[in-house]
């Protein structure tokens, strides 16, 4: 019997919340000009210092738009995903010091906020309508927040940009040369622009004047477009096309109900786009500065500077959620079982953590922060009530969220190229 839209309440500690499926009215329109074009350079090595780390590496259909791994390699490394290993005729500095986020639905209105801090958030209020630690001049002349996103791994020389001795991207941004000419956008974009096939594709497109802000919507919008998740079971028992199966179907009311997990992950998205505090562990070098060996990763705390904020993270989307293991900001959690168990009791959670489950490459291990007097904040700073789950009600959640998995989303809408015109290798 066909479903009332409004069947779907979430009964929320907070209030009760409506919403129906979602529609092509809660995305931007892309254009399939930039589309193609962003599709070319997102998997293009040819944005990165040394030309060997495209956004792909990181960020792949192979593992659902991310790396499988709890802490990856950017430039230094060599591979994919869990094969991914140091190289060592240029092995990197130190890697990458959060988990690799999965891109599915980005397109969609209300993501704007980005990264696992916020950092980076749409602001109608700042110069170019976006809030950013790196200051004004920097975020001028991108069509979107998640146009202006990619602008930092291009400058991270952990990500792309790789040591300031190896190339002149490098160089430049050792130097705090980002903007105007001789700047490490401008050499990129003159990279980009050198490219007979991207000029003329850049020109075809309206933009004959390749600047990184156009190489960056052009990124965005083929992100946007190709990483759209909303035909999952959950979406098609939103439209009243199909009934959930019933252990899908107890975990929904669960989640929707004496679980309260829908107080965080709220939405047609699962997300409330907000940030919480709920101990989650961290490994690694912690968000650190370059001249800092290690740094205690206060996630928000670090961005705005409050100290309600210490240890708070964006709540992330749920949609295809089965697939992007291991999951908290520093991939601390193989398993979607492990990290429900630490949603009932993240303080037990912390004291109580498995290291032995940590997806790590390159023979890295880094337990600094845990294992020092530091650690103590975290669990200190939790926010997250405990609730009593049964291993019954915690099988039900993971059959729900099962459920939220849209299968043509994760391999993408138009595949990995063949090649790409700078001619250098696609990661595969």
């Known amino acids: 019997m066909k479903r009332l839209i409004t069947a779907l ?5 907070l209030s ?24 070319d350079l997102f998997y293009d090595p040819i944005l990165s210092g040394n030309r060997e780390v495209a956004c792909a590496t990181c960020h792949h259909p192979k593992h659902a738009t991310a790396d499988g791994v709890a802490l990856g390699l950017g430039d ?8 991914r290993r140091i190289d060592p005729d240029n092995p990197p500095e130190q890697r990458i010091p959060r988990n690799a986020p999965a891109l599915f639905n980005l397109g969609a209105r209300e993501f704007t906020v980005m990264f696992h801090d916020g950092r980076l958030e ?12 790196i200051g004004a001049d920097m975020v001028g002349g991108f069509a979107s927040v998640l146009s202006a996103q990619t602008m930092f791994p291009v400058l991270s020389p952990d990500e792309m940009a790789g040591h300031y001795s190896e190339n002149e991207i490098a160089q430049a941004v050792r130097m705090g040369r980002i903007t105007g000419e001789g700047g490490a956008w401008d050499l ?7 490219v007979p096939a991207y000029a003329d594709a850049f020109a075809a497109a309206g933009r004959p ?22 035909d999952s079971p959950f979406d098609r028992w939103l439209r009243s096309e199909a009934e959930l199966p019933p252990q899908a179907d107890a975990g929904r009311e669960l989640f929707y109900g004496e679980a309260g997990c829908s107080t965080c992950h709220a939405g047609p998205f699962q997300t409330d786009h907000a940030f919480h505090a709920i101990a989650m562990p961290q490994l690694g070098p912690g968000k650190a500065a370059r001249f800092e060996a290690h740094a205690r990763d206060e996630g928000r705390g670090r ?10 993270f964006r709540t992330p989307s749920l949609r295809n959620v089965a697939a992007t293991a291991p999951y908290g900001h520093a991939g601390a959690y ?25 997806r790590l490459i390159g023979g890295f291990e880094d337990w600094t922060l845990m294992d020092g007097p530091d650690a103590e904040a975290i669990p200190a700073a939790n926010r997250l009530t405990p609730v009593a789950l049964s291993d019954a009600q915690v099988a039900d959640l993971i059959a729900f969220l099962e459920a939220l998995t849209d299968e043509t989303s994760i391999a993408g809408r138009s595949g990995i190229p063949e090649t790409v015109p700078s001619g250098l290798p696609v990661p595969r």
């Open 76 to 83: 230094g490394g060599i591979g994919l995903g869990p094969d």
């Open 303 to 312: 961005v705005t500077g409050r100290a309600d904020d210490a240890y708070a």
């Open 209 to 230: 004047e390749i600047a990184f802000t156009d190489i960056s919507d052009a990124i965005a919008q083929f992100m946007e477009a190709e990483w759209r998740a909303d």
């Open 9 to 13: 309440v979430l009964a929320t500690p």
């Open 334 to 358: 193989a398993t979607l079982e492990g990290v429900i168990r630490h949603h009932r009791d993240p303080v037990s959670g912390f004291e109580r953590y498995d290291r032995a489950q940590v």
């Open 188 to 194: 990129l974009s003159a990279r980009v622009a050198a």
């Open 122 to 133: 749409e602001d109608a209020e700042q110069p170019g309508g976006i809030r950013t630690p």
């Open 16 to 39: 009760a919340q409506e919403f129906g499926p979602v529609t092509d009215a809660d995305y931007r329109p892309t254009d399939p000009a930039l589309v193609a074009l962003g599709r």
